[in-house]
């Protein structure tokens, strides 16, 4: 089953704030984030493992609620280089390999 | 090498062709992935290597799609008898062996069907 993604586009000013949510109906076992600009391919930004973590870099960061079966993605001061379509996937099993259902996607355009 | 290489980058067929797509991934990522991604969707699970073994074939869409890696590295997906739905762009992905790892994906082939 296909997570969902919330919102389905996003137009953010330079140095603004964004959340991007994920969702399943399904128990997770972890949940990647990719970032895809126009063209290319998509670019591993993070995974979380069940158990809630949160995890971040640089002015992204993550966070993942097993028991919501939950994963949103945080943009704080957005720039530029920001804008790209994300991707949530989800893992529903411990198979020793990572089998990701990915999302519809969030497009996100920063703007001057 | 230094990415994931996929040729040909464009291919072009006519629906009834064969064609073989192929994937390069990088050296020493033991899981091999191939996806499909629709025009504005999210990538689509179709096939999974680790090393030579191909041990989830759960996505591919019927009987025309094969896959193989002989020698566990580089990897062909085949599809037969194509048929315009076929159309698409086809993305490789491997990682390294572990859980804490995420995708590095290819560039993708595009593939249309006329």
């Known amino acids: 089953q296909q997570p969902v993604q919330s919102p389905q586009a996003v137009i953010l000013r330079e140095g603004e704030d964004a959340v991007i949510n994920c969702s399943s109906s399904?128990?997770?076992?972890?949940v990647h984030w990719y970032r895809q600009k126009h063209g290319e391919a998509p670019v591993f930004l993070m995974i979380l493992l069940k158990g809630g973590e949160q995890k971040g870099h640089d002015k992204i960061s993550a966070s993942f609620n097993e028991k919501k079966q939950q994963s949103s993605l945080y943009l704080t001061a957005s720039q530029l280089s920001y804008s790209g379509t994300y991707f949530c996937?989800?893992?529903?099993?411990?198979?020793?390999?990572?089998?990701?259902?990915f999302g519809t996607g969030t497009k996100l355009q920063v703007i001057p | 090498g230094a990415g994931v290489s996929q040729s040909p980058r464009y291919k072009v067929t006519k629906r009834g062709q064969d064609v073989a797509l192929r994937c390069d991934p990088i050296?020493?990522?033991?899981?091999l992935y191939w996806y499909r991604q629709a025009l504005g969707q999210g990538p689509e699970f179709l096939t999974y290597f680790n090393y030579e073994a191909q041990q989830d074939k759960s996505g591919l869409p019927n009987d025309r799609f094969s896959a193989e890696r002989p020698e566990g590295s580089i990897s062909t997906l085949t599809i037969q008898r194509t048929e315009q739905r076929d159309s698409a762009m086809y993305r490789c992905?491997?990682?390294?062996?572990?859980?804490?790892?995420?995708?590095?994906f290819g560039s993708g082939t595009r593939l249309t069907v006329v």
């Open positions: 996937g989800t893992e529903y099993q411990t198979g020793g390999y990572q089998k990701v259902t």
């Open positions: 050296s020493g990522h033991v899981s």
């Open positions: 992905a491997s990682s390294p062996p572990g859980s804490n790892y995420g995708y590095t």
């Open positions: 399904k128990a997770l076992y972890s």
